[in-house]
């Protein structure tokens, strides 16, 4: 079993390491998002995912990117903690940060063969489908557990 530590990759370390094991003929999974406050609905979200192949590689928006996407408020939790919070999940294999806003330039790096997010999201809405579809893989828009999220939980716990 690997230390926590060593599922957390650079860009670098991430798409040579994916390179090899595609060549072995593993079946890559990538999905990305924020992940500020886990809860069951990402587990189960993550679960289902790393069940459509052999390696579920996530991409992390950095600290940079959550703030610029979801408000100055956010994140809670900083990217190195939520780095190691999502390599300790049995599901997750490899998480690689990334400070765009939108993890297009990962997956052009990575070329997973399989592409997902949440129910939320349509297939054709998918950031990147266009580079997984270009080269035969999958884009798979998975179920969405309704009523829980980081926001709700924020919100909940401000109420309080």
């Known amino acids: 079993m690997p230390k926590l530590e060593d599922k957390i990759l650079s860009r670098e370390e991430l798409v040579r390491l994916c390179r090899q094991e595609q060549k072995r003929g593993k079946k890559l999974v990538f999905t990305n998002g924020c992940f500020d406050i886990l809860h069951a609905g990402h587990v ?5 995912a790393a069940a459509l192949g052999n390696i579920l590689v996530l991409g992390l928006n950095s ?15 900083a990217e ?4 190691i919070v999502l390599a300790g999940l049995q599901a997750v294999d490899y998480v690689c940060l990334f400070d765009e806003d939108t993890p297009y330039e ?16 349509r297939p054709e809405e998918i950031v990147g489908a266009d580079i997984v579809q270009a080269s ?4 798979r828009s998975l179920r969405f557990v309704e009523g829980i999220s980081s926001t ?8 309080s």
């Not at 189960?44 to 289902?48: A, G, I, K, S, V």
């Not at 990962?106 to 999201?121: R, S």
């Open 152 to 159: 709700a939980i924020i919100k909940k716990m401000r109420e």
């Open 106 to 121: 990962l997956i052009q790096a990575v070329q997973p063969n399989i592409l997902v997010k949440g129910g939320d999201w």
């Open 63 to 77: 600290d940079a990117s959550v703030k610029r996407l979801k408000g100055d408020s956010r994140p809670i939790n």
């Open 44 to 48: 189960r979200y993550l679960d289902e």
């Open 80 to 83: 190195q903690d939520r780095a």
């Open 136 to 139: 035969g893989g999958m884009v």
